[in-house]
């Protein structure tokens, strides 16, 4: 009686080659009757030759078939040796554990084999699916929780006083006519975090330019030496402000450049920039860019900021 049993491996291979060889034999016959059906007539010697050669030639299911048919011979040919091999007995004790182990195996233990491989590679992939997932979320909830500071609110005054012509008699004072006649255009600003966390070491800068409109010049670039503008550092809380206040440098605005507004080929531009870190540690900022022109209201009049097309982003 045999207490062991040849290698399943190899019982297995045997009986995915029967089963390939019993598909590549059905598909051979449909093949053979398919060739076996009449043919509509060709003319032409080429096609004639044509024909011939692919008669001729050996087929992807004959390749196929006697490539199994030679692996079955050999699986064939090994279980008999395997066989063999587990009923003689060992010349030797230390060859018998050896023999034990190679005619012991069962298809049970393969089969556990098998799926015990087949769930590691399934726990690896559910370990880095998650991972990914949980790298999704963390990003996603910083994003949702970080601080988001931006200009809230843009306020201009004090740039020219409106003519009698160009209001009406029940006009009332908006603050963008002249209210300090030995200052230039100034402009408060509201900065808002709009996050869920507070912002954390808050620094703004500012600065106000005459300018065409278009703009086609380049306005000065944003200082990197902020400690030379004696900036301070502040936390805004979620849904806090800060205000900010901007005056031209040069002073009050002549009449040429009055005029060049009313006509709007000029523009008064508020150009700056935010800095500050979230709660996550991260260093964020915003660039803002704002202006006043006659497209933005009559000058003098109204109190009005628009955004500029450029100098707007944010990070």
Request: hydrophobic share 40%; charged share 20%.
């Amino acid at each position: 009686m045999l207490k062991a049993r040849g290698p399943a491996l190899a019982l297995a291979a045997l009986m995915l080659v029967a089963v390939a060889g019993l598909w590549l034999d059905l598909g051979s016959r449909q093949r053979h009757s398919d060739q076996t059906k009449p043919l509509r007539p060709e003319t032409g010697q080429q096609s004639e030759r044509a024909e011939d050669q692919k008669q001729n030639a050996p087929s992807l299911y004959d390749t196929a078939r006697n490539s199994l048919v030679t692996i079955k011979d050999s699986v064939v040919e090994y279980l008999q040796r395997a066989s063999r091999y587990c009923v003689q007995e060992s010349a030797g004790k230390q060859d018998k554990w050896l023999q034990d182990f190679l005619c012991g195996v069962k298809i049970t233990d393969v089969v556990i084999a098998v799926f015990s491989v087949a769930l590691v590679f399934v726990t690896v992939g559910l370990v880095g699916i998650g991972w990914i997932q949980a790298g999704l979320m963390r990003r996603t909830a910083r994003r949702q929780l970080r601080a988001y500071v931006f200009i809230h609110e843009a306020w201009i005054g004090n740039i020219t006083t409106p003519l009698a012509w160009e209001v009406a008699t029940n006009y009332k004072p908006t603050g963008a006519e002249i209210t300090h006649p030995h200052l230039g255009p100034f402009a408060r600003l509201s900065i808002k975090n709009s996050g869920q966390t507070p912002a954390y070491d808050v620094v703004h800068w500012g600065e106000m330019y005459f300018r065409e409109f278009p703009l086609k010049s380049k306005l000065p670039r944003h200082p990197k030496n902020l400690a030379a503008f004696m900036m301070t550092k502040s936390s805004i809380p979620p849904n806090g402000t800060s205000n900010k206040n901007v005056l031209l440098p040069s002073g009050p605005l002549n009449a040429d450049q009055v005029a060049d507004l009313k006509r709007g080929v000029a523009a008064l531009y508020v150009d700056g920039f935010i800095r500050y870190r979230d709660a996550f540690r991260r260093r964020r900022w915003t660039t803002f860019r704002f202006m006043c022109t006659a497209f933005t209201g009559g000058v003098g009049i109204t109190t009005d900021l628009t955004i500029s097309g450029e100098g707007n982003n944010a990070n």
